[in-house]
């Protein structure tokens, strides 16, 4: 077709279209200009099915209904475990919610966003802003920018008000061993994270967190959201939840069964609660995408009930409405716990929040619409559509002693959210299928959470109802084949001392990128003692704790682990595929050696690293903060008197930048603030990414226009020639290519897939190559 032919019939496609001439190719009520009809908010399916259910309160329904058709209101949550919260829910507050009060956009009043009411200390806020109205009104363009950029700083985390409340549910404190077990995208690892690090002052929290994601691609999302809040207490894996293998720690040169104090087993669902921002979901909605979850959802909980500890917590949830989904789970799960299991009361652990107990009956429906009221009921031929564990118990004291009523299922129209389903579950005894329990030894401050490994064995009798069969199936490994394979791993002497590489093929099939191994840096290795001695390392300084991601060459990033972490990446290569832990701390200058230490400190992993360094700090005032963090090399004459006076008989090489907040003016910055920086023979200047530089001037009280970010928030004319950062790269300042690590700790390059999220993401890998370390000040 040529050229005056296709633009014939685009002139006549265009003419046909309604609305696209007169009112220039805006949207109307036929539809979106482009010409695609608009999703209409109709299920009759759907509502049909719900209202048989009675979900909804009596004479609630059309609230229901108007607020699923409503946009989903857009909420933030401010990242808890930060020491500088304060200062951002301080700005938050003072400065740019209060520029949106009487604002108008597109002739509609802007609500100042208001906090959720059952979110702890104000750290979470929603607004009837949606994300199209941020992106595109100009009045908006420095609270979008604002966002944007603490979000990519992790100070803000964009997530939706409901799926904030599992984590708040699981009740986690620092020297909890946490399990998510279907992690990814990541906004609820990191609460999870957050919670770990509630108290700042300890670097290195007791617990961990180990993050788990089927999809090999989404895990990395997961890695980039886990990133941005530079803890070392957290490992992302890559495994099928429903059969998740179980872990070893090694205590007191014991190899014991790691069980979980937390679990988190937020599964995947049909998502019939996000009807406001999916709107696709109004088109597609069966009861079909449940009844094919249903098993699955069954599995995983399955999996994480089995490798809870005693005495544990594990919460699941859903983001559908759907009771095939949520309370036939829960109840088929306590069902086959036989008693170990039970529903936990929550309902004054969030107060503020609204929901509407769990149902005790419900009704199967296929997606032609045929009910069935129990498993006697369902012909044969839909036998493999339909489970006996989707039914309620029939046995009305059973079901009584379940107490389904504990499950809170939230409705949209009552606090303006999607809708959700959250259960409780406390372990008390061991599952049926274990011989012998782990218990958690009384209840010290760190309590017990790793036990002897236990045998499981089916329990004696014939099976003849199919619930009863699908019940004894359902546990994945047993403790005693894991603890054989472990034996046979290492009797076979091919494992090479503190090497945690990805696990052999014939044990299992590896998905997605091969991962490099993590590598721990040997106690004598003498790599260590010029870092050690430079940077004045205090003794207590967990050195073995190091690892880096190569076998050979040299080592260019130097990352770092908890003690705990360290444990179980030594005790389980060959059963685990990890794609990322640890953050990094050091990195490789080029020409290092110059300056009596070949590693500089790295941005990242500053706040966990400084509580051991002695030597190398500077402490600067809030009026040095700013020009360093304005000025691309500024010299030593340009910072005050006290911080001249520190710096001038320094040696060349990195250095800790460090400003301590004065509490006797409360109107100045009240939190502390921690830098890389680099000593040059006549000036210094900062490693600190975009973002994180931003951050820190708008903490200040200063703006820095979108025009001049480029510059590199205001740098000083020409000074940008030796400077190997450019701001908006979103990368540490002055960080050489490291070819060793692809993307950071997470793993070896794989540009096509991951460099969109790297970008985006702004780490250093992305950095631009400084082959000589020209980007140093001199």
């Known amino acids: 077709m040529g050229r005056r032919s296709r633009g014939r019939r685009l002139q006549q496609q265009q003419q046909q279209r309604p609305g696209s001439a007169e009112d220039g190719g805006k949207r109307n009520g036929a539809g979106w200009e482009g010409g695609y009809p608009e999703i209409i908010k109709e299920n009759k399916l759907f509502e049909h099915y719900y209202q048989e259910l009675k979900i909804v309160p009596e004479g609630e329904w059309d609230q229901f209904m108007g607020a699923l058709r409503e946009p989903l209101p857009a909420t933030l949550r401010i990242t808890g475990y930060k020491s500088h919260a304060k200062e951002i829910l301080h700005c938050l507050k003072n400065k740019y919610f209060k520029e949106l009060e009487d604002l108008e956009v597109d002739g509609q009043k802007v609500e100042v966003p208001q906090p959720l009411s059952w979110y702890p200390e104000e750290l979470a806020w929603h607004t009837n802003l949606s994300r199209k109205i941020l992106r595109k009104s100009p009045q908006l363009e420095k609270f979008h920018q604002f966002l944007v950029s603490e979000t990519e700083s992790g100070n803000i985390s964009r997530q939706e008000a409901v799926s904030m409340i599992p984590p708040l549910l699981l009740n986690a404190h620092p020297h909890h061993k946490i399990?998510?077990?279907?992690?990814?995208?990541?906004?609820?690892?990191?609460?999870?994270?957050?919670?770990?690090?509630?108290?700042?002052?300890?670097?290195?929290?007791?617990?961990?967190?180990?993050?788990?994601?089927?999809?090999?691609?989404?895990?990395?999302?997961?890695?980039?959201?886990?990133?941005?809040?530079?803890?070392?207490?957290?490992?992302?894996?890559?495994?099928?939840?429903?059969?998740i293998p179980r872990l070893q720690m090694d205590v007191n040169g014991r190899k014991e069964v790691l069980f979980y104090d937390r679990i988190l087993c937020d599964v995947p669902c049909s998502g019939d609660g996000t009807m406001r921002k999916n709107i696709d979901v109004w088109k597609k909605w069966s009861t079909l995408n449940s009844l094919q979850l249903h098993g699955?959802?069954?599995?995983?909980?399955?999996?994480?009930?089995?490798?809870?500890?005693e005495g544990g917590r594990m919460v699941y949830s859903t983001c559908s409405?759907?009771?095939?989904?949520d309370e036939a789970v829960i109840a088929s799960l306590l069902e086959k716990s036989e008693g170990a299991l039970e529903l936990a009361d929550v309902s004054s652990e969030l107060p503020g929040l609204k929901w509407v107990p769990g149902l005790s009956q419900w009704k199967v429906m296929t997606k032609d619409g045929q009910w069935f009221a129990s498993w006697d009921d369902v012909p044969h031929n839909r036998h493999t559509q339909i489970r006996p564990t989707m039914f309620p118990p029939k046995d009305p004291e059973k079901l009584q002693a379940m107490h389904?009523?504990?499950?809170?299922?939230?409705?949209?129209?009552?606090?303006?959210?999607?809708?959700?389903?959250?259960?409780?579950?406390?372990?008390?005894?061991?599952?049926?299928?274990?011989?012998?329990?782990?218990?958690?030894?009384g209840e010290p401050a760190v309590p017990q959470a790793s036990v002897l490994p236990n045998p499981v064995e089916p329990t004696a009798g014939s099976i003849s109802d199919p619930s009863e069969l699908e019940s004894k199936l359902a546990p994945g490994i047993s403790d005693t084949e894991a603890m054989e394979r472990a034996e046979n791993v290492e009797n076979s002497g091919s494992k090479k001392d503190g090497v945690c590489g990805p696990p052999p093929s014939k044990k299992m099939k590896l998905f997605g990128f091969k991962e490099d191994p993590f590598v721990f840096i040997p106690e004598d290795d003498p790599l260590f003692p010029p870092i050690q001695k430079f940077y004045a390392l205090d003794p207590s300084?967990?050195?073995?704790?190091?690892?880096?991601?190569?076998?050979?060459?040299?080592k260019r990033q130097l990352y770092m682990v908890s003690k705990e972490l360290r444990n179980v990446l030594l005790n389980n290569s060959e059963r685990m595929k990890v794609i990322n832990t640890g953050i990094k701390v050091w990195c490789r200058n080029n020409s290092g050696e110059e300056f009596d230490c070949a590693f500089r400190l790295a941005q990242e992993?500053?706040?966990?690293?400084?509580?051991?360094?002695?030597?190398?700090?500077i402490t600067v005032s809030l009026e040095d903060v700013q020009v360093l963090l304005t000025q691309e090399n500024p010299f030593f004459r340009k910072l005050s008197s006290e911080a001249y006076s520190q710096v001038k008989d320094m040696a060349k090489g990195s250095v800790v930048l460090k400003y301590e907040p004065d509490p006797t003016k409360p109107d100045a910055l009240q939190c502390p603030i921690v830098l890389c920086g680099w000593r040059g023979k006549a000036?210094?200047?900062?490693?600190?990414?975009?973002?994180?530089?931003?951050?820190?001037?708008?903490?200040?009280?200063l703006e820095v226009p979108a025009g001049k970010k480029r510059a590199g928030a205001a740098g000083a004319p020409g000074a940008g020639t030796a400077s190997p950062a450019e701001p908006e790269d979103g990368v540490d300042a002055a960080s050489p290519a490291e070819p060793e690590d692809g993307v950071d700790a997470a793993s070896p390059a794989e540009p096509e897939d991951?460099?969109?999220?790297?970008?985006?993401?702004?780490?250093?890998?992305?950095?631009?190559?400084d082959p000589a370390g020209a980007g140093l000040p001199r």
């Not at 699955?296 to 500890?309: D, H, K, W």
């Not at 009552?414 to 599952?431: R, W, Y």
């Open 404 to 441: 389904l009523e504990r499950c809170l299922r939230i409705l949209p129209h009552h606090q303006n959210t999607g809708g959700f389903f959250v259960a409780v579950l406390v372990k008390k005894s061991s599952m049926p299928w274990n011989k012998r329990p782990p218990k958690l030894q």
């Open 296 to 309: 699955l959802q069954l599995r995983i909980a399955t999996r994480g009930a089995e490798q809870l500890v």
């Open 754 to 769: 991951r460099a969109g999220a790297e970008q985006e993401a702004g780490l250093d890998a992305a950095s631009g190559g």
């Open 541 to 554: 300084f967990p050195k073995t704790n190091l690892l880096t991601r190569t076998t050979e060459g040299k």
């Open 179 to 243: 399990l998510d077990m279907c992690a990814a995208p990541g906004s609820k690892t990191t609460q999870l994270i957050e919670m770990l690090h509630a108290d700042m002052n300890v670097p290195f929290p007791e617990g961990f967190v180990i993050a788990n994601d089927v999809d090999n691609k989404r895990c990395y999302l997961l890695v980039h959201q886990a990133k941005r809040l530079g803890s070392p207490c957290i490992m992302v894996v890559n495994h099928d939840a429903s059969c």
């Open 683 to 701: 000036s210094v200047r900062t490693f600190v990414p975009r973002n994180e530089r931003l951050h820190y001037l708008r903490m200040m009280g």
């Open 605 to 617: 992993g500053i706040y966990t690293l400084y509580p051991f360094i002695n030597s190398r700090i």
């Open 321 to 325: 409405l759907n009771p095939i989904e």
